[in-house]
């Protein structure tokens, strides 16, 4: 395997806000808490040693989730049982990731996500040797939608876990997973790696009862031996932690006002806007439902139920069960960063686009902004697509432009033909441009004319190009068959591959060298894609 890097500016898969951030644009200075350089550390660990986080409860919960993976039949490392140790400790930080609990870890991206966050605990514990940083995957296990974490490709192979439970997807029962595991199994084929991958997945699934379980058994599996502390924050000791804040915003409002204002700041600078806030920001959360807090006259409700609560029966509730409130989008990070002592957090480009809006939201509960990092990205090259980009011509780069863009370049470059006809517009221009002049100085409005004529037969002879152009591409067939097979390998769907496809067949094949030569290659504070030539 080697390595090659391509600045994200230069894919085209990445937002103008995303870029801007990177950048240090001046417009974005008063969205965030401080920049994405390692310089940083130092003031933001100077924000958290002014923070108040019980560890205490938070070391208690962990081990208590932990004890989970042992009662069925797991192993948890020693560096793991270490760092959750420390946390009780002064001295000890987190930086955090988060995801949705997609089936057997869902798209690449979230592998990305979580070894470029034991890659930043390493970097940032070297950097500052008189602290220990843990890196933390925050499951978001009271999360709904499960249709968007039922289902997974396996190479090109789609798998769709069908179930009809509702409520948050951390809860719900993996029985019903069975064939979905078997689906996923049988589509790996025969590799090195395929009987450890088997086992895990087995062991994951399969011996444990609900999908939280079973995702924390398998990243630990995974990445217990860096040290990944796996947290769950559906509880209710971390919810207590919590609790003044459920309340002053479900009755005062905080964050709809403050993201609704930073909203309209962002949109003002020509930012698209990730997030919309609501009155409320919270769901209530039970056994198998979790429904939208709305007003009701003097009152409140829960949707699609038949609760209803006056305002001091709501502040009770909160204030006895603190669990049953769930934050929504806008008001999750504030909950992660109430219960951790954390340094910084590790997103994708939507989630870097939304906590831009979050940062007044921060302010008014005091809680510090951490730093805030775009996650690395990989692309995944295997050897056939490599020979062939080679065989080609075409450079690491190349391979983010439009195949219709590829073709072109290449029958350009490989015909024996003149096939473009840029100079030939270019002198067209130029003549034009003194018949203009000289129509001008006979009669103002005749200039006018002279620019349609341009326009006319410069749209001919570019029609003409295109013909000519057609009829040459004919002779490379073979080529361009070959050119539009390595995009769609590469970027499946016109996406990029992190978006689609699964580590499974990856692992499969490579076992743990895959992740070790994706955490010597990630740069958390970098802004270049990682290419990997398998």
Request: glycine share 6%; charged share 25%; aromatic share 10%.
């Amino acid at each position: 395997m080697f390595t090659e890097y391509v600045d994200y500016h230069d894919t085209g898969y990445f937002s103008q806000t995303v870029l801007d951030y990177l950048v240090g644009a001046k417009a974005l200075d008063e969205f965030y808490g401080k920049p994405p350089v390692l310089n940083s550390v130092e003031s933001v660990l100077a924000q958290q040693k002014t923070k108040s986080t019980n560890r205490s409860v938070l070391v208690n919960v962990l081990k208590e989730q932990y004890q989970r993976i042992e009662n069925s039949g797991g192993k948890v490392n020693d560096l793991v049982k270490e760092n959750i140790r420390s946390l009780n400790s002064a001295d000890s930080y987190t930086v955090t990731t988060g995801h949705q609990l997609n089936i057997f870890t869902g798209p690449l991206y979230t592998i990305y996500k979580i070894l470029g966050t034991i890659a930043l605990a390493k970097k940032l514990s070297s950097a500052h040797p008189d602290i220990r940083v843990m890196p933390v995957f925050w499951m978001a296990t009271e999360d709904h939608d499960f249709a968007e974490i039922n289902h997974l490709n396996v190479g090109d192979k789609p798998i769709t876990w069908n179930q009809d439970q509702g409520g948050a997807v951390g809860r719900l029962d993996i029985k019903s997973i069975q064939p979905a595991l078997g689906h996923v199994l049988s589509s790996l084929g025969l590799n090195p790696y395929l009987h450890d991958l088997e086992q895990m997945c087995r062991d994951a699934y399969l011996k444990n009862t609900n999908l939280a379980d079973a995702t924390r058994y398998l990243y630990n599996e995974l990445f217990g031996s860096y040290g990944l502390i796996i947290l769950d924050a559906d509880n209710a000791s971390l919810k207590n932690e919590f609790a003044s804040i459920i309340e002053q915003d479900i009755f005062q409002q905080h964050s709809n006002i403050l993201v609704s204002a930073s909203n309209k700041k962002l949109e003002s600078l020509g930012y698209h806007v990730q997030v919309h806030p609501r009155e409320i920001n919270f769901f209530y959360l039970q056994k198998n439902s979790r429904e939208r807090i709305i007003r009701e006259g003097e009152g409140f409700k829960v949707l699609n139920t038949t609760l209803r609560y006056s305002s001091d029966e709501l502040r009770t509730e909160i204030r006895q069960f603190p669990e049953r409130f769930s934050p929504n989008v806008i008001m999750r990070p504030i909950y992660q960063e109430v219960i951790l002592p954390n340094l910084a957090y590790i997103g994708g480009g939507a989630e870097v686009s939304y906590w831009l809006s979050l940062k007044t939201t921060f302010l008014k509960y005091q809680i510090p902004f951490p730093i805030l990092l775009l996650r690395n990205s990989a692309l995944l090259v295997d050897e056939i697509s490599r020979k062939r980009t080679d065989q080609l011509g075409f450079q690491t780069i190349d391979l983010f432009k439009d195949p219709r863009e590829l073709v072109k370049l290449y029958v350009l470059r490989s015909s024996t033909k003149e096939l473009d006809l840029n100079k030939e517009l270019t002198a067209l221009k130029e003549i034009l441009g003194a018949i203009e002049s000289k129509a001008f100085a006979v009669d103002s409005t005749l200039g006018e004319s002279t620019r349609a004529i341009y326009a006319r037969t410069r749209n001919m002879i570019e029609a003409l190009e295109g013909k000519m152009l057609k009829a040459e591409k004919d002779k490379f067939d073979t080529e361009m068959s070959q050119i539009f097979k390595i995009n769609q390998k590469l970027f499946p769907n016109h996406t990029l591959q992190e978006r689609v496809e699964n580590f499974l067949p990856y692992y499969a094949r490579y076992g743990h060298t895959l992740f070790e030569t994706l955490l010597e290659s990630f740069d958390p504070f970098g802004k270049q894609m990682t290419v990997i030539n398998l």
